[in-house]
């Protein structure tokens, strides 16, 4: 794994002491790692993030872990609404519609392997940037491999079951971590975007069994915030 640094000044101190306990996936959505590489680094931009993996696997290392980088914006996951102050933002250069080569998967499992045991980050919270803001973004996009990185316990894939007891969609969802943005008019097509962006790209039209049966299994298997266990 080839790590360069390109130290980026548009970062600061997470607030309340807070440590990073999620990651968050990007796509750079520029023509050329090398001009998201200025972009990251230009002092105007006001934009980071930790690391940028260019298609060819090699890692550019740009603001320290400790450090709150600006790559997440307004959003929220769970109950977190300064994800930048919790979360380590590593962006994937692609203009938006390439698949991501095998280089750069290789590479960035290499760099979640290191991130997620530094900080003792747990698989479901290895998220995109599209889940923590539905409707205003959608990276990494429909190509990114989420279910490769599933099979390697670098984050987490559905086991759903359509034929499970009736469910509320939108409230297993929040369980599980995802919101429909503030103010928004339509929370359920807001989460059922960014919930099949993530596992059912091929997806269209109204929500079904299926979207409802992986919204269900998600909020009982990797609850974002636990119940606290009852006597
Ligand atoms: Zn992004």
């Avoid at 499992?109 to 003792?120: D, I, K, S, T």
Wanted: glycine share 6%; charged share 25%.
């Amino acid at each position: 794994m080839t790590v360069m640094s390109c130290p980026s000044p548009n970062h600061g101190p997470r607030r309340d002491g807070a440590r990073p306990d999620m990651v968050v996936i990007h796509y750079t959505a520029m023509d050329s790692a090398a001009a998201a590489l200025d972009r990251l680094c230009d002092p105007e931009a006001e934009v980071s993030a930790h690391y940028l993996i260019c298609e060819q696997g090699r890692i550019w290392h740009m603001v320290n872990e400790e450090m709150r980088a600006w790559h997440a914006g307004a959003g929220r996951w769970g109950d977190v609404t300064d994800v930048n102050s919790r979360s380590i933002g590593i962006e994937l250069a692609n203009r938006g519609d390439h698949p991501f080569s095998a280089p750069q998967m290789t590479a960035l499992e290499g760099l979640l392997r290191g991130v997620m045991a530094r900080w003792a980050i747990p698989p479901a919270r290895v998220i995109g940037h599209s889940d923590m803001a539905p409707l205003r973004k959608s990276d990494p996009g429909p190509r990114f491999d989420w279910r490769r990185l599933a099979r390697c316990g670098l984050s987490i894939w559905p086991d759903p079951d359509p034929a499970g007891p009736p469910s509320d969609f939108l409230a297993d969802a929040a369980r599980a971590g995802w919101h429909p943005p503030a103010d928004c008019a339509d929370p359920e097509t807001a989460v059922l975007t960014a919930l099949r962006l993530r596992f059912r790209p091929q997806a269209s039209g109204a929500l079904d069994m299926m979207d409802r049966a992986i919204a269900a299994d998600l909020a009982a298997r990797f609850p974002v915030d636990p119940m606290p266990r009852t006597a």
